[in-house]
């Protein structure tokens, strides 16, 4: 037959545990996590402090129009 030799015949689709991880894909993956959570808390304080920054703006035009 002319098949490749790298394809295998049965492809075992176990799954993988945490003592399965080399150490640097656990700091990847505990890079990714850290990532979301950062992002989430930023998305979270701009929504929180929008009005504030908008209010803030709003004061800062008005005393450089003001002259």
Request: hydrophobic share 50%.
């Amino acid at each position: 037959m002319n098949r490749l030799p790298f394809i295998p015949d049965v492809v075992d689709l176990g799954t993988t545990t945490v003592r399965d991880l080399t150490p640097i894909e656990i700091l990847t993956l505990l890079a990714l996590l850290s990532c979301f959570i950062f992002m989430g808390l930023v998305v979270w304080l701009v929504k929180r402090n929008a009005d504030d920054k908008s209010a803030l703006m709003s004061y800062v035009l008005r005393d450089k129009y003001k002259k």
